[in-house]
């Protein structure tokens, strides 16, 4: 089966960094992806990873480590906006042989000022 | 506009009623996905379409639950008789073709909004 571990909150104040964690274990592994959501509306894409490393993207950056089936999402100097919860996804292969997402339960994210 | 769309955007239907959404899907997306969120929950995966591939169903979660896509436009999902616990968000997203390891990140409509009283 499929499992995605994530912690359910966290709370970070204005400018600071902060660090989310998401482990997984699943079935295959075609890439983990972040994205974000917030209340209300649709998620929207941040990050993809499928080999080691740091992906960095303006404030944004997403690591990852197959061996240890882990990946961390890292987001700095924290604005109000970024209130909002960040799921974590991994692709593999379903059972049609093509690949599907599972993703975590999300983390949401308080910034406050 | 150029994204993903859904319609209606809430829904509020009596238990044991039939109801269908629909999904419109950014052009030349050959990859369909229905999910379902409950409330402060992740996303739930229900049913993917691939062009004109079978569709893995695997996530659906009764027989009360259906879909389909004509071939790679709009798709629609039905939920029979429905029960108080399907109450949720349904997202619907699009993606180019499934391809290994390419990003080709999933695009996700608006969702519609499901109340089961």
């Known amino acids: 089966g499929q499992n995605i571990d994530q912690p359910t909150e966290m709370t970070a104040t204005e400018g600071a960094i902060v660090q989310i964690n998401c482990t997984y274990q699943?079935?295959?592994?075609?890439?983990l992806f972040w994205y974000q959501q917030h209340a209300g509306e649709a998620p929207t894409f941040l990050s993809y990873?499928?080999?080691?490393g740091l992906e960095e993207k303006g404030r944004f950056s997403s690591f990852l480590s197959r061996s240890k089936g882990y990946s961390y999402l890292l987001l700095k100097e924290l604005q109000m906006k970024d209130s909002a919860s960040y799921l974590c996804?991994?692709?593999?292969?379903?059972?049609?042989?093509?690949?599907?997402?599972?993703f975590g339960k999300g983390t949401m994210l308080l910034v406050s000022p | 506009g150029a994204g993903v769309s859904q319609s209606p955007s809430n829904k509020v239907t009596e238990k044991g009623k039939d109801v269908e959404l629909r999904c419109d899907p950014i052009?030349?997306?050959?990859?369909l996905y229905w999910y379902r969120q409950r409330l402060g929950q992740g996303l739930e995966f229900l049913i993917y379409?691939?062009?004109?591939?079978?569709?893995?169903k695997s996530g659906l979660p009764s027989d009360r639950f259906s879909a389909e896509r004509t071939g790679e436009s709009v798709s629609t999902l039905t939920i029979q008789r429905t029960q108080q616990e399907d109450s949720a968000v349904y997202l619907c997203a699009s993606s180019l073709p499934d391809s290994g390891t390419r990003r080709n990140e999933q695009f996700f409509g608006p969702g519609t909004r499901l109340t089961v009283l």
């Open positions: 990873n499928v080999l080691d």
């Open positions: 699943t079935s295959g592994f075609n890439g």
């Open positions: 379409f691939q062009g004109n591939s079978a569709p893995d």
């Open positions: 996804a991994v692709r593999a292969p379903g059972l049609s042989g093509y690949s599907t997402l599972t």
């Open positions: 052009s030349g997306h050959t990859a």
